[in-house]
């Protein structure tokens, strides 16, 4: 597939897009088919920055790196940390694959106590019965099977996971016209930026998809 490059004070060189499109090709093994790939490279002062996004239909992943050395070199980390998240991505599907369902365990947890909660209850029916008389004589009646569900008393909650995240925090200052475009860019819902003074604003992207500023005191 064709690989999106873009430079900011730098020139794609044949090398670097050569880089880009065969680490891309070894991420599409992996994830499968991608509909689209976007490589960012950009020069600031000593700092050599790449940024890598793809997105598949059921993923999207982005991964930056930055270097001192050359923009070859940063733009090799990006492509082995992407290939690094693609792989646990992988894997992660594969595992949730071989779990049961919630609610398949919860539904066996309930089927296997509400068999002995069965028998007692039949137990009990029967001896309840024992005293009956009819015409001076004892009839025992016969006991009827009755079961009783029984559920867990506690759901088991998940531990939050927490992730570190550094695609939303913009590397550089900007103009919020140019921090609302990143954001988008990103598909981001929280963005973090300073501006040109360098005051801390954030981006929050709210349920009817209009962007909220917010400006840090």
């Known amino acids: 597939m064709a690989v999106e490059c873009t430079g900011r004070q730098v020139a794609i060189t044949k090398p670097l897009r ?9 991420i599409g093994k992996i994830l499968g ?12 002062k000593y700092r050599q920055i790449a940024e890598v996004t793809i997105k598949t239909r059921a993923c ?4 930056l790196c930055e270097s001192t050395a050359s923009m070859e070199s940063a733009l090799r980390d990006a492509l082995v940390k992407a290939e690094s998240q693609a792989t ?9 694959k071989r779990q049961p369902k919630q609610e398949k365990r919860l539904e066996e947890t309930g089927v296997a106590r509400s068999g002995r ?13 024992t005293n009956g ?9 016969p006991a009827i099977p009755v079961t009783v569900h029984s559920f867990p008393a506690r759901v088991p909650i998940a531990e939050p996971h927490i992730v570190r995240s550094v695609d939303s925090v913009a590397l550089r200052p900007m103009t919020l016209e140019e921090a609302v475009k990143e954001a988008e860019f990103r598909d981001r819902d929280v963005f973090v930026f300073r501006d ?14 209009k962007m909220e500023l917010i400006e840090a005191p």
């Open 18 to 26: 050569t880089l880009a499109e065969e680490g891309i090709e070894r």
């Open 33 to 44: 088919k991608i509909t689209s790939a976007h490589v960012v490279l950009t020069a600031e």
């Open 60 to 63: 999207a992943l982005v991964a």
């Open 88 to 96: 646990r991505y992988k894997d992660k599907q594969r595992s949730q």
């Open 117 to 129: 909660g069965g028998v007692a209850v039949a137990k009990s029916a029967k001896a309840g019965n």
């Open 133 to 141: 008389t009819a015409n001076g004589k004892s009839h025992t009646q």
């Open 196 to 209: 040109n003074e360098g005051n801390v604003k954030v981006l929050h992207r709210k349920r009817d998809g």
